[in-house]
């Protein structure tokens, strides 16, 4: 029943490894979001996707991509991790876009990156 | 530049009740959001304004003064499980979400 659901909850790596987070949702939503929050809890978005254009924030480095199969998954590729990176990366979606963004986010859980 | 403002943290009685303000400078408006976040977890949906006024939803209640570029978020009869922090977020003109550094409420018995 969970509707939009990331894996890993908890990833620790060291610096300079590559890895994923996925996520999904099953809520039929059309539009995909990430966004990293640090230890000030500021939440700050990185990317929002449908199936019509990827936006991205010009402030996230491009050793972040994100990749969609479908409609349903968003998942976020990390290069070259960085102690920087260390935060909780959390997926949402929303129904639509554009003049329909007043529909509101639903998150997951959170992935809590810690980088070694 | 485009800002959200909201005070860092705020503390309260149980049975009390709190305002949590928050003040937005964006470019355009096309609504404000207002999540919850209990520590550890995800931002979950409380309220969406667009128009003027107060939204009442059971013990929480959202203002809206556009004119003003202003909000508020008004919690009833606080319980301890209330503390959490509490995000203003503003969709701008170009329909992103702009949101705010978020308001940590400590409820006190």
């Known amino acids: 029943d969970t509707a939009v659901s990331q894996t890993p909850k908890y990833l620790v790596t060291q610096m300079g490894n590559d890895k994923s987070i996925k996520c999904e949702q099953n809520?039929?939503?059309?539009?995909m979001y990430w966004y990293k929050q640090d230890s000030k809890k500021f939440l700050k978005i990185m990317f929002s996707?449908?199936?019509?254009?990827?936006?991205i924030n010009e402030t996230v480095p491009n050793r972040f991509s994100p990749k969609s199969p479908d409609k349903a998954h968003l998942n976020l590729h990390i290069n070259s991790l960085e102690l920087g990176d260390s935060a909780v990366y959390f997926c949402?979606?929303?129904?639509?876009?554009?003049?329909?963004?007043?529909?509101?986010?639903?998150f997951g859980d959170g992935t809590r990156l810690s980088i070694l | 530049g485009q800002n959200i403002d909201q005070p860092t943290e705020m503390t309260a009685t149980e049975g009390a009740i709190v305002q949590i303000n928050c003040t937005y400078q964006?470019?355009?408006?096309?609504?404000l959001f207002w999540y919850q976040q209990h520590a550890g977890e995800a931002p979950t949906f409380l309220s969406y304004?667009?128009l003027d006024g107060l939204e009442e939803k059971g013990r929480f209640s959202s203002f809206l003064s556009r004119s003003k570029g202003y909000s508020y978020l008004l919690l009833k009869e606080l319980q301890m499980k209330d503390s959490a922090s509490y995000l203003c977020?503003?969709?701008?003109?170009?329909?992103?979400?702009?949101w705010g550094a978020g308001t940590k409420l400590i409820i006190k018995p």
């Open positions: 304004n667009v």
């Open positions: 977020a503003v969709l701008d003109s170009n329909y992103q979400l702009i």
């Open positions: 809520l039929g939503h059309d539009t």
């Open positions: 964006t470019s355009g408006f096309n609504g």
């Open positions: 949402a979606s929303s129904l639509g876009g554009g003049e329909i963004s007043n529909q509101p986010q639903h």
């Open positions: 996707y449908n199936n019509k254009e990827l936006i």
